[in-house]
């Protein structure tokens, strides 16, 4: 079993920062074969990957973050952040990290993030 606890987001305004984390906790074994990524769902939309990191280091964004979001992994390989620049207010939404290995999904508990513009 993997416990997934996310920390920081919040209140930010238009043009600010924050930085996002994810610590994965459990089976040694199944973090270190877990994809993690981010995802977030705003208000009347459907939820979407934000950014993911594979196992093996591989990144990838959504067209919408790209140039703004970066997404990395710890040393230990147990804690994922989302280092979120230059945030809009169409960034509102409830973040959530998702983890995937040995066949299992994990997911983060979710915090709500707001961009005030």
């Known amino acids: 079993q993997v416990q997934l606890v996310e920390s920081g987001g919040g209140l930010v305004q238009a043009g600010g920062s924050l930085r996002r984390s994810c610590a994965a906790s459990g089976s040694i074994v199944s973090i270190n074969y877990m994809d993690m990524g981010w995802y977030r769902q705003a208000p009347g939309k459907q939820r979407e990957l934000v950014a993911g990191?594979?196992?093996?280091?591989?990144?990838n964004y959504a067209d919408s973050v790209k140039g703004r979001f970066t997404i990395s992994r710890g040393n230990a390989k147990n804690t994922v952040y989302l280092q979120m620049n230059s945030l809009k207010a169409e960034d509102t939404a409830v973040y959530c990290c998702r983890g995937v290995a040995l066949g299992r999904l994990y997911w983060g508990q979710g915090t709500q993030v707001t961009v005030s513009s």
């Open positions: 990191i594979s196992s093996g280091g591989g990144t």
